[in-house]
C-alpha cells in the first residue's frame, strides 16, 4: 500500500526527481561550463602566443637592419649589438673623463655619426608603432657611493640625450617622435655585466647603451585586462 502510494504521488508530481537524474543534470552543467572555460582560455593562449611570435619576429628584423647599418662601425667604435636589442658603447676612456659628466669630443663624433641612422632604421614604418621606449641607460663600476654613482649615471645619459636632439640632423617629425619616446635612465652599478671584483670587469661596466622597448608587454596587458572585463 505504501509503495503504491509512493508511485501514485512520484507519478502525480512532474517535478520530482530521482537523485541520480539530478547529479546528471549537474553533471552536464560542469561539462559544459567546463568546456566554455577551456574554449576561453585557448582562444587567450591563441592571441597571447600570436603577440609573443609578432614581438620575436619584430625584434629579429630590427636587430637584422641594426647590424646591416653597423656593421662596418661597431669595431672602430667598440660597440656591440644584441638580441636584446641592446647598442652598447663600452670604450669607457672614449665616453667621458673619470667623475665627469661632459660628453668626450670622440663621443661626441661617434654619436653624430651614429645617432641618425640609429633613428632613422627604428623609425622606419613597420617598426615604429612597436617601440614603447627608446632607453639611454648609464652604468658605472662599483668603485665609491651608490648614490654619487647614481647621479653621475644620470648626468651622463642627459648629457647624451642632450646632445643627440641638440646636434645631430633630424627633420622636425621624425625628432617629435624621438622626444616622445626616448628617455634617460642613470643605474649607477646595479646592472654589470663583468665582475668588479677586477680591473677589467670594471672598465667594462662603465659604459653608455641605447636600448628599445617594443610594446609587446603594453598589448599583452591589454588584453589580460580585456578578458578580465568579460
Do not use: C
Request: hydrophobic content about 35%.
Amino acid at each position: 500500500m505504501n509503495r503504491l502510494k509512493q508511485i501514485t504521488e512520484e507519478t502525480e508530481n512532474p517535478f520530482a526527481l530521482s537523485i541520480g537524474d539530478l547529479m546528471a543534470a549537474l553533471l552536464l552543467i560542469f561539462v559544459l561550463l567546463l568546456a566554455s572555460t577551456l574554449l576561453k582560455l585557448q582562444d587567450e593562449f591563441e592571441t597571447k602566443s600570436q603577440v609573443a611570435e609578432r614581438y620575436i619576429a619584430i625584434k629579429e628584423d630590427i636587430y637584422k637592419e641594426l647590424m646591416i647599418e653597423f656593421k662596418e662601425d661597431l669595431v672602430k667604435w667598440n660597440a656591440t649589438i644584441d638580441s636584446s636589442l641592446t647598442i652598447r658603447f663600452q670604450e669607457p676612456d672614449v665616453l667621458f673623463e673619470k667623475n665627469k659628466f661632459d660628453l668626450k669630443n670622440a663621443f661626441k663624433v661617434i654619436l653624430k655619426d651614429f645617432f641618425p641612422r640609429y633613428i632613422k632604421v627604428i623609425s622606419k614604418h613597420e617598426f615604429k608603432d612597436n617601440i614603447e621606449e627608446i632607453r639611454i641607460e648609464g652604468h658605472t663600476d662599483n668603485v665609491g657611493n651608490y648614490y654619487h654613482n647614481m647621479e653621475l649615471s644620470q648626468n651622463r645619459t642627459r648629457s647624451v640625450l642632450t646632445y643627440v636632439l641638440n646636434n645631430t640632423e633630424l627633420n622636425p617629425q621624425t625628432k617629435q617622435w624621438v622626444k616622445d619616446n626616448l628617455t634617460a635612465n642613470g643605474l649607477s652599478f646595479s646592472k654589470p655585466i663583468s665582475d668588479n671584483s677586477t680591473e677589467e670587469g670594471r672598465y667594462r661596466n662603465r659604459r653608455v647603451e641605447f636600448r628599445i622597448r617594443t610594446n609587446a608587454e603594453k598589448q599583452i596587458d591589454e588584453i589580460l585586462r580585456y578578458n578580465s572585463n568579460e
